[in-house]
């Protein structure tokens, strides 16, 4: 090390014993502001550096976390929901100074040192996705299945089988009760190919996508969520991304579709894999 490079924060210091770090995220130092001043509900936030590189950080009991008292927290809603907004809230914060990779939720370190040594070790790699996503935000394009009771599975009907509106009544009754479950099966297929396509259509305005999970299921008369993208934004596209979503969802109406995008999240879909803390 450089005489002209500033220490570690934390090079120096012994672990915390009972004490952990906990990173809400990584940002590059140029870009990193003073932590917010910290509340008797919060605690206090700090930032951890190492090179090029800074980390917004705060300081858990690790008992809170880790052991039977752990377990018992993290499946508690009351204890748990603070802390998770607290957490997304740093980070969105944060992303308002500039680039950031988000942290999970309870990303412990035992002390500033470990975290400043994972942060050298993995620095290209950091580096490379903060570059990657400046100016850029995570939006969510969903699109779901309008199912509105026995209205909608005849609309799907129209769709899915041409010869529907020569059958009688009486055929129309019998082959619903019968295939009911199959046409939601191909509703649901035929969705997600057209999310897809909805999804490649927007490569222009979308750096990058990943699919996520979808929740299946729902009641007769809801909607059930059939695909989630997680898209990369430049922040100058949002209005267009907006747009060209609106025109999908119009388009794909008499589908049975709902196509809407949600959002600016944090980068969390697009984060690398750096390895357990």
């Known amino acids: 090390m450089s005489a002209a490079e500033p220490r570690p924060t934390g090079e120096d210091r012994?672990?915390?014993?009972?004490?952990?770090?906990?990173?809400?995220?990584?940002?590059?130092?140029?870009?990193?502001?003073?932590?917010?001043?910290a509340t008797a509900e919060d605690g206090a936030t700090a930032l951890c550096h190492a090179g090029?590189?800074?980390?917004?950080?705060?300081?858990?009991?690790?008992d809170d976390y880790c052991g039977e008292t752990g377990e018992r927290h993290l499946a508690d809603l009351a204890w748990l929901a603070p802390r998770l907004r607290r957490h997304a809230a740093l980070v969105t914060?944060?992303?308002?100074?500039?680039?950031?990779?988000?942290?999970?939720?309870?990303?412990?370190y035992?002390?500033?040192?470990s975290l400043a040594a994972f942060m050298r070790a993995h620095a290209a790699t950091i580096t490379a996705f903060l570059a990657s996503v400046a100016g850029k935000e995570?939006?969510?394009?969903r699109t779901s299945l309008r199912r509105d009771g026995d209205a909608g599975i005849e609309r799907l009907a129209r769709v899915a089988w041409p010869d529907w509106e020569a059958l009688s009544p009486g055929t129309r009754y019998m082959?619903?009760?019968?295939?009911?479950?199959?046409?939601?099966?191909?509703?649901?297929?035929?969705?997600?190919?057209?999310a897809d396509a909805v999804v490649a259509s927007l490569a222009p305005l979308a750096a990058a996508s990943r699919r996520r999970a979808a929740t299946t299921g729902g009641g007769e008369d809801g909607e059930e969520i059939v695909a989630r993208h997680a898209l990369l934004v430049a922040c100058?596209?949002?209005?267009?991304?907006?747009?060209?979503?609106?025109?999908?969802?119009?388009?794909?109406?008499?589908?049975?579709?709902?196509m809407s995008v949600?959002?600016?999240?944090?980068?969390?879909?697009?984060?690398?894999?750096?390895?357990?803390?």
């Open 262 to 277: 949600s959002g600016p999240w944090p980068p969390f879909s697009f984060r690398p894999n750096l390895g357990p803390a």
């Open 236 to 258: 100058a596209d949002t209005a267009a991304l907006a747009e060209r979503v609106r025109a999908a969802d119009a388009a794909h109406a008499a589908r049975g579709l709902t």
């Open 52 to 62: 090029r590189l800074a980390a917004l950080v705060g300081t858990v009991r690790i």
């Open 175 to 194: 082959r619903l009760r019968r295939d009911r479950g199959a046409l939601l099966e191909q509703a649901r297929a035929e969705a997600t190919v057209v």
């Open 93 to 108: 914060w944060a992303m308002q100074h500039g680039p950031v990779l988000p942290a999970p939720f309870a990303t412990l």
């Open 110 to 113: 035992e002390s500033e040192a």
């Open 14 to 37: 012994p672990p915390r014993g009972p004490e952990a770090v906990s990173l809400f995220a990584f940002l590059p130092r140029d870009a990193a502001p003073e932590p917010p001043a």
């Open 138 to 141: 995570e939006w969510e394009l």
